[in-house]
């Protein structure tokens, strides 16, 4: 195995790929090329950031505590980002932060309780990230998508309650469309893996001089991680939401922008 | 007009409803759908009609008054309990995706296909139907199932919103003939309507509404008046 160590020299050649970016936007007349320094600069600035701080976390003579430490500020800012990229969605904050606190306990409790990986700084920041980054994308699309099906549907789910069905049997078409939505793609996407695309842990780890075959278990296990974790959190998000949408009494709850009246 | 005989099935009590947005939508309203009578609710777009009859359902609730079943005040019977008691038939007919069987099945999973064809034949449907996809029926066809699907809960109460607002003539006066049967049989009836002409069809009790207030009932005696004028032009 030989290690990889890009280096100040290596990042500066990397930097060219934005130079000739820059170039492209410029001679085509984008207008980009202040968009695309801004972005390579900030991507710097943050990563370094991260970077520095992870090197305190996983230090191997710092505590684990720490390491949780930084998995509970990941929960609690997933909850946040995804308020902000579905504001559409009543109780997304909660929501969201109920669900990646789920996803965290659940997975996490199978991965170390099975032995797959040990319970270290350098194992629990980046497993967490990988399933709380998955999980993301999916959670806004079945809260987007639950919202946008009751709204469409308020006449067939209100015939349903009028005929006496409780709000979780009239409810159970919709959201079970909308939860469907939302797997769909990681579903597809853990299909193809390895025919269609080489998934980016595996890439890193091959690039680190990792042997092939323990490059390709250890991806295999992540995979099946993030799997477990999209279907996870996007059930908590699905179940939580509809119950949210529907009064005690079996009433389905008028949706705006906003959600409003009982 | 025929005043009320006996106590209604459903007593709508001072009832009020204010919106999100603090719009009344319905204001210090009373009415009542007794036995063996259709009770229509008349006035124009906007009025409250489709409000009040949701309330009857527990849809919405009212901000102020209370709506009683057999007496009862509705907020402390179980809602799916009520809405198989209180069954209700919308302005457009909303059929699930499935055949007419699928959607019989809805309002009574354990139906017989005797139970189920003799449902259709109340609304002058032909069992062979039941196969049949809900895309493929007409208009008229799907709100025949609709009231069919609700009968199947048995109600005591049928509440139609404007059942035939979206039908040609033929459907419509078929629909508003199947209402007279319900009542013939003792169901109470209400039917919401802003069409003049087929409310002097069909009122028994006449309920105008006008910006979510009741009129007078002086004021409903000439709104059926004038209705039924109308409806004897030819």
């Not at chain 1, 409790?109 to 993301?136: H, K, Q, Y």
């Given at each position: 195995?030989?290690?990889t160590?890009?280096?100040w ?6 930097f060219?790929l ?9 001679w085509q ?7 695309i ?7 710097a ?6 970077g ?5 976390v ?5 505590s684990?505590?720490?390491a949780?430490a930084w998995v509970?500020?990941m929960?609690v800012f997933?909850g946040?980002?995804l308020?902000q990229?579905?504001?559409?969605v ?13 996803v965290?306990i659940?997975?996490l409790?199978v ?14 920041v980046?497993l ?9 994308t999916?959670c ?5 998508r639950?919202?946008?099906?009751f709204?469409e ?9 009028a005929?006496?069905?409780p709000?979780?049997?009239a409810a ?7 939860l469907?939505t ?11 893996v390895?025919?269609?695309f080489?998934p ?8 680190a ?9 250890i991806?295999?296990?992540i ?6 974790s ?8 699905g ?7 529907f ?12 959600m409003t009246s009982a | 007009?025929h005043p ?16 999100g ?8 309203v009373?009415?009542?759908?007794v036995?063996?009578a259709i ?9 409250g ?35 198989r008691?209180?069954?209700m ?7 699930f ?7 019989l099945r809805?309002a ?10 003799f449902?259709l ?19 008229g066809?799907a ?6 699907r609700t ?6 109460v ?5 059942p035939t607002?979206?039908?040609?003539p033929v459907?419509?006066?078929s629909?508003?003939?199947l209402?007279?049967?319900?009542a013939?049989?003792?169901?109470g009836?209400?039917?919401?309507s802003h ?6 069809r069909l009122?028994d009790?006449?309920?105008?509404l ?5 009129v ?5 005696e000439?709104y059926l008046?004038?209705a039924?004028e109308?409806?004897?032009q030819?």
């Amino acid at each position: 195995m030989t290690s990889t160590h890009i280096g100040w020299v290596g990042l500066a050649g990397s930097f060219t790929l934005i130079v000739i970016a820059i170039s492209l936007s410029l001679w085509q007349r984008l207008r980009l090329s202040g968009s695309i320094a801004w972005a390579a600069t900030r991507a710097a600035a943050q990563l370094m950031a991260v970077g520095w701080a992870l090197r305190l976390v996983l230090d191997p003579d710092a505590s684990v505590i720490w390491a949780w430490a930084w998995v509970v500020v990941m929960v609690v800012f997933a909850g946040a980002t995804l308020r902000q990229r579905a504001p559409e969605v009543p109780g997304i904050w909660w929501l969201g932060t109920l669900s990646m606190a789920t996803v965290i306990i659940v997975s996490l409790s199978v991965i170390f309780g099975f032995g797959v990986f040990p319970i270290e700084g350098r194992t629990i920041v980046p497993l967490a990230g990988m399933m709380i980054g998955n999980s993301m994308t999916a959670c806004v699309l079945v809260g987007r998508r639950i919202v946008a099906e009751f709204s469409e549907k308020r006449d067939e789910i209100e015939a349903r309650l009028a005929l006496g069905q409780p709000w979780p049997e009239a409810a159970r078409p919709y959201t079970g469309a909308a939860l469907r939505t939302a797997l769909v793609p990681q579903i597809e996407s853990t299909k193809a893996v390895g025919l269609v695309f080489l998934p980016g842990a595996m890439t890193g780890l091959v690039l680190a001089g990792v042997d092939a075959f323990d490059a390709v278990t250890i991806q295999l296990a992540i995979m099946y991680l993030i799997l477990g974790s999209v279907a996870t959190s996007v059930t908590v998000i699905g179940l939580g939401l509809t119950r949210q949408l529907f009064t005690s009494d079996h009433r389905l709850r008028r949706i705006d922008r906003q959600m409003t009246s009982a | 007009m025929h005043p009320p005989a006996e106590p209604p099935l459903l007593r709508f009590d001072s009832v009020s409803v204010v919106s999100g947005s603090g719009v009344a939508l319905l204001a210090d309203v009373s009415a009542a759908v007794v036995s063996g009578a259709i009770t229509v609710v008349a006035g124009p777009s906007g009025a409250g009609k489709s409000t009040l009859l949701r309330l009857g359902d527990r849809l919405d609730i009212p901000s102020s008054g209370r709506v009683l079943f057999e007496g009862t005040d509705i907020a402390g019977i179980d809602p799916r309990r009520l809405r198989r008691s209180v069954g209700m038939v919308f302005q457009r007919p909303v059929l699930f995706a499935g055949s007419v069987e699928d959607n019989l099945r809805v309002a009574d999973p354990e139906a017989s296909q005797a139970r189920m064809s003799f449902g259709l034949e109340q609304v002058g449907l032909d069992a062979s139907m039941l196969g049949r996809a809900g895309d493929d029926l007409s208009g008229g066809e799907a709100q025949r199932v609709c009231i069919a699907r609700t009968l199947l809960t048995e109600p005591k109460v049928l509440l139609m919103d404007e059942p035939t607002s979206s039908l040609d003539p033929v459907n419509r006066r078929s629909i508003e003939a199947l209402a007279r049967q319900f009542a013939d049989r003792g169901l109470g009836v209400m039917w919401v309507s802003h069409d003049h002409v087929q409310v002097s069809r069909l009122a028994d009790h006449l309920i105008v509404l006008c910006e979510g207030r009741r009129v007078s009932d002086l004021a409903a005696e000439a709104y059926l008046t004038e209705a039924g004028e109308q409806g004897s032009q030819p």
